[in-house]
């Protein structure tokens, strides 16, 4: 079974659309790895276009509850803290807004000592149905929090979840945070970590054949540059990148940074904060391993599963690797939810559709390391 963007679907099922009232347009979510639902290249072209409408009108219930739930809790903007502050409140609102913790079958603290004298800590979750026995499937995962702010334990129920529900092992990675530690640090410290499990792979239970990378936001950024420089290395071999509303480009240029500049969770001068903590200066923009979209070329790298949320400052630049990776020959199945905001895979307490999301992720997953086959 071929799965991907392709020029026709006669048999896909037919998009809602939106009302002329302004009710939201949902996707149908997929029962199945089969009934995944690829995007038409033309739809991809026409992406902007296409949702300009929606996002101008249309916001899920959930989401808007819990922007009234932060509004009426009076929280400082993250611009306004010291990081060790904007860690302390994105901590408390991750643990306001996540799902129940799913059991799995075990957890383990995993340390990779880089050869330069720091320890690398990682987090290793083994899905509840799978077996101890054999080697498994892995996502090696970095969290999001604009490279400043966020932990192991802010995206401890969603590695869950992808553990369990793709039916996997899960390497959640702590990497050095900004300011502490500038741009490259993270960069480095992704790297090491997914090499480290690419040659531990026999004896953490991991399949060194089957091993993917993903992130969300500030680890989408990550996940694409370490496809990139493991592409350039030679090693490790991915077979598969999860990019859940990636930052891809630093500069501050995309037009979706303008329409959702304020009033949102994720605001432009929060953006800029973030940037202004992780970069070294003002070269470090135009640098591929912090803006991914500049590299010179996306050839060979492994396919991707690209998620953008609509009400996202960062949807458009997101939009647009997902455009450079089809131009340049790596299939891509570009799933938007012209609906939510950013972050709303980490409020499933709140926000109904990101358990439903999150298996959908964990549904591409399990198509790529059955050997399905992604086209463009």
Not at 153 to 175: E, F, G, K, P, W
Request: aromatic share 8%.
């Amino acid at each position: 079974m071929q799965i991907g963007l392709s020029d026709r679907h006669t048999d896909r099922p037919q998009r809602p659309r939106s009302s002329p009232t302004g009710a939201f347009l949902r996707l149908p979510a997929p029962r199945s790895a089969h009934d995944l639902w690829p995007i038409a290249r033309e739809d991809l072209y026409n992406a902007k276009a296409r949702f300009f409408r929606v996002r101008v009108m249309a916001l899920d219930t959930d989401a808007a509850r819990v922007m009234e739930m932060m509004r009426l809790a009076g929280g400082p903007p993250y611009e306004t803290l010291t990081a060790p502050e904007a860690r302390a409140l994105f901590r408390a609102s991750c643990e306001a807004l996540s799902s129940a913790p799913q059991p799995v079958a075990e957890i383990r603290a995993l340390s990779a000592r880089h050869p330069a004298g720091r320890t690398v800590r990682m987090r290793l979750y083994r899905g509840a149905t799978t077996s101890s026995g054999g080697a498994l499937p892995a996502l090696v995962y970095f969290h999001g929090g604009g490279w400043v702010i966020g932990d192991l334990d802010t995206h401890d129920c969603l590695c869950r979840h992808l553990a369990n529900a793709a039916r996997c092992i899960v390497v959640s990675v702590d990497y050095r945070l900004a300011p502490e530690h500038k741009f490259p640090a993270a960069v480095e410290d992704c790297l090491y970590a997914t090499c480290w499990v690419a040659e531990q792979a026999k004896a953490i239970g991991i399949d060194r054949q089957r091993v993917a990378v993903g992130g969300d936001s500030a680890g989408g950024n990550l996940a694409a540059v370490v496809c990139l420089l493991a592409r350039d290395l030679g090693e490790p071999k991915l077979v598969f990148q999860v990019l859940l509303y990636p930052a891809t480009d630093c500069a501050m240029t995309y037009p979706s940074k303008q329409r959702f500049a304020e009033g949102y969770l994720l605001t432009r001068p929060t953006l800029q904060w973030f940037y202004d903590n992780y970069l070294r200066g003002p070269s470090d923009l135009g640098d591929w391993r912090a803006s991914p979209l500049r590299a010179q070329h996306l050839t060979r790298l492994p396919a991707a599963l690209l998620l953008t949320a609509g009400n996202d400052v960062l949807c458009d630049e997101g939009e647009a690797y997902a455009r450079r990776l089809q131009q340049d020959g790596v299939p891509v199945l570009l799933r938007q939810f012209p609906d939510q905001i950013h972050g709303f895979l980490t409020m499933g307490k709140i926000v109904h559709a990101a358990l439903p999301a999150l298996d959908e992720v964990a549904a591409a997953l399990r198509a790529a390391w059955e050997g399905q086959e992604f086209r463009n």
